[in-house]
Each structure stands twice: as structure tokens, then as C-alpha cells.
């Protein structure tokens, strides 16, 4: 039933229940107009206050909520900023706020803003802030972020303005001043006064100044009425002085020049040699690893020919110029020069070159000639000591059935050879021969013998035969 009216004697307990109030709504025709409750008052549901301003008065304010949320109604895109706003009286409010269109949190000064504003307010400046430690991960000026880390930032910390303070970041004093005990460059500490840095005050760039340091001008010039060193005077010209110029070899290089007797045209040998390479009509000049690639190799103007693979067979030889000519005119393969290794002197090493021993000596366990083993033994090949007969004297042997006692036969012969080749050719005892033969005294001939025919008027012993005398008779 509608509630239509609260009765004293309806309202006598310490709260209004249900009892006394129905469930439907109380309007502003059952309650006064701006209503003004003068005690305590407790809600024990949901409070829903639906109006355009909610205000509280307070001396103290407490919230139980650990999370107020503002602006809990939006929807749709983010197009207000929401914060909290402390209002100063007469001086301008300040604001933290989330900046909207900044997509910032920002603390600002917003001037007249009463919290009214439904969307952007208006940011007058903003407002300084004082904290213990910031977490942050990027710092900004509103322009520019900073990238310098914390270390890098806490250099400043405990440096003092004018006065250099160890492993602190430089500050110069009100006066532009550093007051440092060592000034460094590139790690290298400056060991000059300040009396003679300040030989630089008054210098002017291009010009020398009396007592003042000099400094180039802007194309490098120097304009000097007099250079002198060692307190001796240049007299060379600007043309004479010139002709250095380019240079970028240092005393030390230049003093290679001292005593140098070659000419130009020797010295610019070396101009456009390559180290390590030949360039024709050039200097060698050898490579770092002390290389020189060459095109071709002469001696006395004879080009080697060899392979570098050929040549590299002398690495590490120790070998001298006579030792090495011993191969002079050698025509063996290495295969056959390689047969000396492992022989030994004096005696047979198999598949190895035969070494006379230091006496001459060979000692072999078995001798060959044609691949057929020699099985005379030492003393019967040393009845050949002292024969000087040729190759072709001693094949007369050859095929030489004789035994040993028939060869001796000829032991104490004395004929010699050309007395002994007589027989060559006889194929009959030599006696019988002889006895078939007519005598020299008083021979008798059988058959038709033959004689020369002498000359016409011969008057000698001379046999005349049947030609000579039939001319005779005829004359």
C-alpha cells in the first residue's frame, strides 16, 4: 500500500524498518524539499544518488573502497580527462588528471576549473612535483626523450658548479669557469700552466702575434714576418719552403734522406712498386711475410724456369754450391737417385744402390750377370786379376768345351796374340798341312804350275815361264 503519511507515534524505535516504511518509493509530495537530516545517518544497502552534483561537506572524508573508479558510466572511445581536482580559494585550483588528448597523467595547474567540465579542461601550466624514488622507463622534457641512463644521470649527482668533483659530471661555475686540478684529452693528461694556455688569449687565427701563441687561419695560413728555429732565421723563400709541401713523412723519415746519394730518376724507382710483387721497370720491394711475386726469375740474364714447387725442393737444404754441383750433368730419376737410400758402404743392401766399401770391397751373398746367379766362389773369379784381354778377346771362349786341364795347357805359353791368331781360321792339324806343301830346295810339282810372267830382256834368277820365253824366242 502507498505510503501517504509518517505519524509520530509510527517512528518510536532507533530506525525505520519495513515495518514502518513500505517497499515502494517515497516522492517529494510524502517528503519535504531539500530535506535536511540533522543526525547520524546509516545506510546499510547500496546508496544510488541519480542527479547532476553530489557534494559532501565534511571536515574528514573516509572512503573503505581501495579502488575509486571515475567516469564509471563512459562508453564507447575515451574523449573525457578524469582526476582529482583541489580548489585553492582565490589562488588557481590544481589538478591530477588524465590527460586525454596527451594520454598522459599530468599535474597541472587549471586555473578557475571547478570540476564542472565535462570533457577537455583546460591545462594553465603545470605543476611541479616532489617524491622520494621514481621508477620510470622513459624520461621526457615534452619535447625530447632523455636517453641517458640513471647511472649516466646520477653523475650529476654531488658535482658542484665551477669545481671539477671525481667521477661527477662537469658544471661550469656562474662565471663560466671549471676549476680543475688535471685536464685530459683523449686519456692524455695536459701538462701545461695555465700561464701557458693563456698564451692563447689575444692570438689571432692567421696572423703571428708578439708573445702569443699562433694559430692557423682558416685555409691553415700563417703570415710571419720571420720564422725562425733554434733562434736561427729561415731565409729560404715561400717557393723554397714550398717545395715540401705535401709531405707527410716525419723527421724521423725524412732523416732516411740523410746522406742519400741516389738520384731522382733512381729514386723514383721505388715509385709504383707493389711489396711483395715484381712491377716491371720497378724496385722489388719485399711483402710482409717477405714474399716477392714475381712474373719471371733471371740470373745473369738467364730466366729459371723452374716451378716455385721445383724450386721449394731447396727449402731447408744445407747443402753448399759445391755439394750441389755434384748433381751437375746427372741425368737419373729420382726414383733411381732414391736407390742410394738405405745402401751401405762396403756391402749389398736389397732393391738399394751397391756402395764400394772404404777399400773398394762389394760384399754380396750372391752375384748375377743376365739374371743368372755367378756360383764361382771368390778364388776362382780372382784367376780373371790381372787379365787385360777386351770383351771380344775373352768371347773366343765362348763355347769353349775345353776342361780346366786342356786350358792349362797353355800355361807358360809366350806367344802373343797376333803370333796366336796365326791359327785362326785352321781347321786342320797345322803339320799335316805343311807336309803336303812342296820343299822350298828342290821341289817337285805335279799338275800345271804356275809363275809370274817376267819383264822382256829380265836377266835374273827369276823362274821364266812359257810365256816369257815364247816372246824371247819370237824377238
Not at 60 to 83: C, F, P
Not at 134 to 148: A, E, F, K, P, Q
Not at 287 to 309: D, M, Y
Not at 415 to 420: G, K, Q, R, S
Request: charged share 15%; proline share 1%; net charge negative.
Amino acid at each position: 500500500m502507498a505510503l501517504t503519511r509518517i505519524k509520530t507515534n509510527q517512528i518510536t524505535d532507533g530506525a525505520v524498518t519495513t515495518a514502518k516504511i513500505g517497499s515502494n518509493a517515497v516522492t517529494a509530495a510524502k517528503l519535504e524539499n531539500d530535506l535536511t537530516y540533522g543526525s547520524n545517518l546509516t545506510v546499510t544497502g547500496n546508496l544510488t544518488v541519480s542527479g547532476t552534483t553530489t557534494s559532501v561537506s565534511t571536515t574528514n572524508t573516509r572512503v573503505e573502497d581501495a579502488i575509486i573508479a571515475l567516469s564509471a558510466e563512459a562508453t564507447g572511445a575515451a574523449s573525457v580527462d578524469a582526476g582529482l581536482l583541489i580548489n585553492r580559494g582565490d589562488d588557481d585550483n590544481q589538478a591530477f588528471l588524465w590527460d586525454e588528448s596527451a594520454d598522459q597523467f599530468v599535474l597541472a595547474n587549471v586555473g578557475a576549473e571547478d570540476g564542472d567540465t565535462g570533457g577537455n579542461v583546460t591545462i594553465s601550466s603545470y605543476a611541479g612535483l616532489q617524491a622520494g624514488a621514481i621508477v620510470y622507463s622513459s624520461l621526457n622534457d615534452g619535447t625530447t626523450t632523455v636517453s641517458s641512463t640513471a647511472a649516466e644521470i646520477n653523475l650529476v649527482d654531488g658535482s658542484s658548479a665551477g669545481t671539477i668533483v671525481n667521477d661527477k659530471a662537469v658544471i661550469y661555475g656562474s662565471s663560466g669557469e671549471v676549476n680543475a686540478t688535471t685536464l685530459q684529452i683523449g686519456g692524455t693528461s695536459i701538462t701545461s700552466t695555465a700561464a701557458e694556455l693563456n698564451f692563447n688569449d689575444g692570438a689571432t687565427a692567421g696572423t703571428v702575434v708578439n708573445s702569443k701563441t699562433v694559430v692557423y687561419g682558416a685555409s691553415g695560413e700563417v703570415n710571419a714576418t720571420t720564422l725562425q728555429i733554434g733562434g736561427s732565421s729561415i731565409t729560404a723563400t715561400a717557393a723554397e719552403i714550398n717545395a715540401l709541401d705535401g709531405i707527410t713523412a716525419d723527421v724521423n723519415e725524412l732523416n732516411i734522406l740523410d746522406g742519400v746519394t741516389s738520384t731522382a730518376a733512381e729514386l723514383n724507382l721505388v715509385d709504383g712498386s707493389t711489396a711483395g710483387t715484381v712491377v716491371n721497370s720497378k724496385a722489388v720491394v719485399y711483402g710482409a711475410s717477405g714474399e716477392v711475386n714475381a712474373t719471371t726469375l733471371q740470373v745473369g740474364g738467364v730466366s729459371i724456369t723452374s716451378t716455385p714447387a721445383e724450386l721449394n725442393i731447396l727449402d731447408g737444404a744445407t747443402l753448399d754450391v759445391n755439394e750441389l754441383n755434384i748433381l751437375d750433368g746427372v741425368t737419373s730419376t729420382t726414383a733411381e737417385l732414391n736407390l742410394v737410400d738405405g745402401s751401405a758402404a762396403g756391402t749389398i743392401v736389397n732393391s738399394k744402390a751397391v756402395v764400394y766399401g772404404a777399400s773398394g770391397e762389394v760384399n754380396a751373398t750372391t752375384l748375377q750377370v743376365g739374371g743368372v746367379s755367378i756360383t764361382s766362389t771368390p778364388a776362382e773369379l780372382n784367376i780373371l786379376d790381372g787379365v787385360t784381354a777386351t770383351t771380344a778377346e775373352l768371347n773366343i771362349l765362348d763355347g769353349v768345351t775345353s776342361t780346366a786341364t786342356e786350358l792349362n795347357l797353355l800355361d807358360g805359353v809366350t806367344a802373343t796374340t797376333a803370333e796366336l791368331n796365326y791359327t785362326d781360321g785352321v781347321t786342320s792339324a797345322i803339320q799335316t798341312q805343311l807336309d803336303a806343301k812342296s820343299p822350298t830346295a828342290s821341289p817337285t810339282f805335279t799338275g800345271t804350275p804356275a809363275a809370274p810372267t817376267a819383264s822382256a830382256g829380265t836377266n835374273t834368277t827369276q823362274i821364266a815361264n812359257n810365256a816369257f820365253v815364247s816372246t824371247a824366242v819370237a824377238n
